[in-house]
C-alpha cells in the first residue's frame, strides 16, 4: 500500500503519553522526539523541523502554530475531540488530522453513568450530611433509573458507549446527531429533537465544540422540554450557557445537573466567574474536572488507538 505521507516521519511530542505509543510507532520506523515539559514558545521555533505533531491539551494548534511548520503533515491528538486544532486551516494544508475518541469512551461513558446515578439517588449531599451529623433518610429518597427515557445529543463513540452502559437499566435511550443518519442500533433509537423534547427526562451531551454547537443550549433550547429534566454535559463546556442552566434550575425545569466539563476550567480562573460561584450554591449539582475519558485504562488507550491510526497512514 502507497504511504500517505511523503517523507519518512518524524514526530513532536508535545504532551504526556502512555509509552505504548512510542514503542508502536518506533518499531515501524517512526522518529520520535518526546518533550511533554516543552510550551507553545518553545514548540513555534523548532517545529519546522518536524512533518508530525502529536498533542493533547497543552495548547492550540492555531494558524500561527501551522504556519511555522512547512512541513507538517500530520496532528495527532490523544484525545476525543480536535477542537482546540484549527481544523479548517490543516485541511486547507491538506494536514492529516487524527484522534483517538475509541481509546476512552468507556470510561466517559462510566463517569458519566456515575454522576447521573449519584444525581438521582443524591449520593454526593448524603455523603456530606453524614460526615456533618446529619441522618437524614426521608430527604434523600432517591429515584431510580429504570423506566426513564434518556435523550442523548451526539452518536459517535462517546455517545455509543453512553447508550450501551445504559443498556442493563431499563431506559428508553433516544439519539439526536446533526451529522448522522441511521444509526439506530441495539442500544439508541434514533430520533429528532422534537421526540427528545417530548419525550426525555434525562438530558447527555455528546457532542463535539463546533461554531454550531457553542452555546446550544440555551434558554430558548432548554423552554422546548416537556418534562423536568436531569442534565449531564460530558462534552465539552462551551456547548452549554451556564447562566441559563443556572437559570432552568433556579426555576426547577432542571431538577439536577452535573458537569465534567465547564465554559472555563481550572483556578484560578475560575473563582472569577459569576456563574461559578452561583454553581456551587446547588446541592443538586455536581462538578468534577474533565475527568471523566481519564482513566488509568484510558491512558493506556488512548496512545494505543493513535499509534494504529498513525501507522495506517505509513
Keep these: 500500500m502507497n ?28 522518529e520520535c522526539d518526546y518533550r511533554p515539559a516543552i510550551s507553545r514558545a518553545e514548540t513555534l521555533p523548532i517545529i519546522k523541523d518536524y512533518n508530525g505533531l502529536i498533542i493533547r491539551s497543552k495548547f492550540q494548534v492555531d494558524e500561527e ?6 512541513n507538517l503533515e500530520v496532528i495527532g491528538r490523544s484525545g476525543s475531540g480536535i477542537d482546540n486544532i484549527d481544523q479548517a486551516y490543516a485541511e486547507k494544508r491538506s494536514i492529516h488530522l487524527l484522534s483517538a475518541a475509541e481509546g476512552n469512551c468507556d470510561a466517559m461513558a462510566e463517569h458519566m453513568m456515575g454522576l447521573l ?28 433509573l429504570g423506566g426513564k427515557t434518556v435523550g442523548l445529543i451526539g452518536y459517535g463513540h462517546n455517545g455509543q458507549a453512553m447508550a450501551k452502559k445504559l443498556s442493563g437499566f431499563d431506559v428508553e435511550v433516544l439519539a439526536y446527531d446533526k451529522y448522522r443518519s441511521n444509526f439506530s442500533d441495539a442500544y439508541a433509537k434514533e430520533v429528532q429533537m422534537d421526540e427528545i423534547f417530548s419525550k426525555a427526562d434525562i438530558l447527555s451531551l455528546h457532542m463535539p465544540l463546533t461554531s454550531e454547537t457553542k452555546n446550544l443550549i440555551n434558554k ?4 422546548r ?13 462551551p456547548v452549554a450557557n451556564v447562566e441559563d442552566v443556572i437559570e432552568a434550575l433556579e426555576n426547577n425545569k432542571i431538577v ?35 475527568v471523566a475519558g481519564w482513566s488509568v485504562e484510558s491512558y493506556y488507550k488512548l496512545s494505543k488507538v493513535l499509534a494504529e491510526k498513525v501507522l495506517k497512514l505509513l
Design 3 to 30: 504511504s500517505l505521507i511523503k517523507t519518512p516521519l518524524r514526530l513532536l511530542i508535545v504532551d504526556d503519553l502512555h509509552p505504548i505509543f512510542m514503542e508502536m510507532v518506533e518499531a515501524a520506523g517512526v
Design 65 to 70: 502554530m501551522i504556519d511555522a511548520a512547512p
Design 117 to 144: 446515578l449519584a444525581l438521582l439517588n443524591k449520593i454526593t449531599v448524603g455523603n456530606e450530611e453524614v460526615r456533618n451529623g446529619l441522618w437524614q433518610r426521608e430527604k434523600n429518597r432517591g429515584n431510580e
Design 220 to 223: 430558548e433550547f432548554l423552554s
Design 225 to 237: 422540554f416537556k418534562k423536568q429534566i436531569l442534565f449531564l454535559n460530558g462534552s465539552r463546556g
Design 256 to 290: 439536577a445537573a452535573a458537569f465534567d466539563v465547564l465554559p472555563k476550567e481550572k483556578f484560578p480562573v475560575l473563582y472569577d466567574t459569576s456563574w461559578y460561584k452561583k454553581l456551587i450554591t446547588f446541592d443538586n449539582v455536581i462538578l468534577t474536572p474533565h
